[in-house]
């Protein structure tokens, strides 16, 4: 991401994930999956793009008011300003679930198949569904 707010990429681009979308400017933050990336614009709006077998680029409809983005392997996730979060892409391991009681959210991150917040009173909440044998990447 450049001072300015445009964004460069590079890499392996085998689905995209490097295709910057034309006219993305205004990004304060971004984030990468396995293959897709990920953008958040000073507005609090999200553009995502890439591989999009699971869903992990279809932004909700409506979703704004974001401060934080991050990107699992094949889903994304999205913290609000209210300290709520939207998931969203892959979940065959429930982590696009977001458990009850995770509010007042401050800081996020997603793995391969799990998430992790940080709560403001400073407590620590993972989940995913615990399964032995993972899926190939991607799945197919």
Known sequence: ????????AWGQNSYG???VPA??????AIAAGYWHSMALKSDG??????YNNYGQTNVPAGLTNVTAIA?????????????TMVGWGYNSYGQTNIP??????TAIAAGVSHNLVLKGDGT???W??????????PPV
């Open 1 to 8: 991401m450049k001072g300015n707010g445009d964004v460069i």
């Open 17 to 19: 994930q490097t295709n």
């Open 23 to 28: 006219g993305l400017s205004n990004v304060i």
């Open 45 to 50: 709006t999200v553009v995502a793009w890439g």
């Open 71 to 83: 990107a699992g392997s094949f889903h994304s996730l999205a913290l609000k300003s209210d300290g």
């Open 100 to 105: 009850a009681g995770v509010t007042n959210v």
């Open 124 to 126: 620590l909440v993972a």
């Open 128 to 137: 995913d569904t615990i399964i032995m044998d993972r899926p190939t990447f």
